[in-house]
């Protein structure tokens, strides 16, 4: 390889971890508020084995003793019945419905078949186990619920959980090799879904719970460096997408996972805090120091896994609820809303006008205005309307399918930074999020980036940057769409080289890279930043190694 490299991730302070005190005081006794009618409360669980839970049914208390499970229920309450519904969890037709769940009975709770037994991590399948969705439950009811949430014929409360193990959180967002697995918990049509749930009840979405984070703290950068560093960064966009999807910036916790004194994985933890201090409406739920996991040191065992449930619910009662029952009503979920899979990144830029990928998550129209660098962001309905003349542009786009195209020349001002704001209208002329995103004046590539093959699997690129400051180059193996300048920087979606080095204005850079198959076809994508502040166009190109 020909040039300077430069991890991306050197020098980055870690931020101290605060812990919650998870010793939450009850709520005295009051007089419970009438729960709307015709309501349903709405919590959504993601990520790995620890969402998915390997804590045995044997491990419960509640399995020998069910009066442990929620001391004021009946027998017959704690039993299976419908005022309980959890998502199934897994792909296909079962992801995204809900089926009656009970809370103390020898009845399997369905969210994972793994359970740990001495010498045997994963076996037998079928053992029932479960996560964090227990104990929560548990703790909601036990916090003073009115005997209408347990009324079959009203089914009150509901958790949609959609879980893989052993996955980084590139794997469930859009770009990744398990972003179907998201997207069809969220679109579901087959029975009780998130669909026929907020057609026929008013869904108040109580919280976002995202157990992630051990994949990440063990799966390497090209460059040796832990992607435990760019955790913070590559999480948000995942969160964005689900809060875009559903409508609402619902409240989010992040679990802390099991460190065991592992720096990589304290690494993690403390992006995690990051995360959370750089998105609005989130929290950590950091690790105390009496989990204990059931035996592989990553895995939390029942007890701990009860007392993520309790943590979860009280911060959302506490930050979020309503006094007596401590529900919260400040999120309500009327049905999806089209959302960008990935956002408009500008890819060339030519003068008077720019080009433009994204890719959006339902048909329709992408309407843009161009106006002053920090000038007020506009709504989606006022980019809307000014987007059939310039400085507006609009695109007619498909459903989960990259589009690419130019903004019309004249849009924009020649060498003069400024912002462009996009909003996604599907068919039915439903608004969704707003993207912001900034052309600088002078951070840009000419000639533009050139990708060829040369003998023996090995490639070369050439670009060259109008700016001095840093390039990040990441190569891919097999046909990409065009990724977020972040997601270039941070080596996402486990690229098989990638780098970052310094530029000079006007000097051509070329990197060689070898180790390629023959045959196989290659994408390399480019971004660059002026100042460490003002960001390039990404750029993209395909090769077949020779």
């Known amino acids: 390889m020909v040039g300077t490299f430069r991890p991306a991730f050197t020098g980055e302070a870690r931020r101290r971890i605060t812990r919650l005190d998870l010793r939450v005081a009850r709520a005295p006794a009051a007089p419970t508020p009438d729960w709307p009618d015709n309501t349903v409360a709405l919590w959504l669980i993601f990520g790995q084995s ?32 419908p005022w309980w519904r959890l998502s199934s969890r897994g792909a296909g037709a079962t992801a995204g419905r809900f089926e009656a769940q009970g809370l103390a009975t020898d009845a399997s709770p369905r969210t994972s078949g793994k359970v740990w037994t001495t010498g045997a991590n994963g076996i037998p399948e079928g053992t029932a186990s ?23 014929a009203a089914p009150s409360l509901y958790i949609l959980k959609q879980t893989e193990g052993g996955r980084s959180v590139d794997h469930f967002r859009w770009g990744g090799p398990g972003q179907d697995l998201i997207l069809t918990a ?58 875009a999807a559903l409508g609402v910036e619902a409240p989010a916790v992040f679990v802390e996972i099991f460190d065991a004194l592992d720096a990589r994985k304290q690494t993690a933890n403390a992006r995690l805090h990051a995360l959370a201090a750089s998105i609005p409406n989130a ?49 309500p979920f009327a049905g999806l809303r089209p959302w960008f899979h990935v956002p408009p990144l500008f890819i060339d830029d030519g003068g008077t006008n720019m080009r433009i990928a ?82 600088w004046a002078n951070a840009k590539f000419a000639p533009d980036l050139a990708l060829v093959s040369t003998a023996g ?31 270039v920087e941070t080596a996402a979606f486990e690229p098989v080289d990638a780098g970052q080095m310094a530029v000079t204005a006007n000097t051509d850079v070329q990197i060689d890279v070898t180790g390629l198959t023959p045959g196989q076809e290659y994408t390399l994508l480019v971004t660059g930043r002026k100042n460490g502040t003002e960001r390039a166009v990404t750029q993209s190109e395909s090769v077949i190694a020779a």
């Not at 491990?59 to 442990?68: G, I, L, W």
């Not at 989990?291 to 979020?320: E, L, P």
């Not at 106006?371 to 809307?384: E, L, M, N, S, Y």
């Not at 940057?465 to 300048?485: E, I, K, Q, Y």
Request: glycine share 10%.
């Open 186 to 243: 969220l679109r579901q049509s087959s029975g009780e879904t998130l669909t026929s749930l907020a057609a026929a009840k008013t869904v108040l979405i109580q919280g976002l719970i995202f157990v992630i984070g051990e994949k990440d703290s063990t799966t390497l950068h090209p460059s040796g460096a832990s992607m435990a560093e760019s955790l913070d960064v590559r999480f948000a966009d995942w969160v964005r997408q689900i809060r």
């Open 457 to 487: 699997g090995a490639a070369s690129f050439s670009v060259r940057p109008a700016f001095t400051g840093d390039l990040s180059w990441a190569l891919h193996a097999g046909a990409r769409g065009f990724m977020r300048p972040e997601d």
């Open 283 to 331: 929290a950590v739920i950091a690790r105390d120091p009496a989990w204990q996991t059931v035996g592989d040191g990553i895995h939390y065992d029942a007890a701990a896994q009860a007392a993520i449930g309790d943590a979860v619910f009280a911060h959302f009662r506490q930050s979020y609820g309503r006094p007596g029952d401590g529900l919260v009503t400040g999120f």
């Open 358 to 439: 994204a890719t959006p998550a339902a048909s329709g129209t992408i309407h843009a205005l161009v106006t002053d660098a920090d000038a007020p962001v506009p709504d989606a309905a006022a980019i809307r309307d000014a987007s059939a003349a310039a400085p507006g542009f609009r695109k007619a786009v498909t459903a989960d399918q990259e589009a690419v195209w130019w903004s019309g020349s004249g849009v924009f001002q020649s060498n003069v930074t400024q912002d462009c704001h996009f909003v996604l209208e599907d068919a039915a002329g439903q608004l969704g999020e707003v993207a912001t995103v900034r052309r």
């Open 130 to 152: 479960f996560g964090p969705e227990i104990g929560l439950v548990r703790h909601v009811l036990g916090g003073g619920a009115p005997a209408s949430w347990r009324n079959d």
């Open 50 to 81: 620890n969402a998915e839970g390997y804590a045995p049914w044997r491990q419960d208390p509640a399995k020998a003793d069910p009066a442990q499970a929620v001391a004021f229920l009946s027998a017959a309450e704690r039993a299976v019945h």
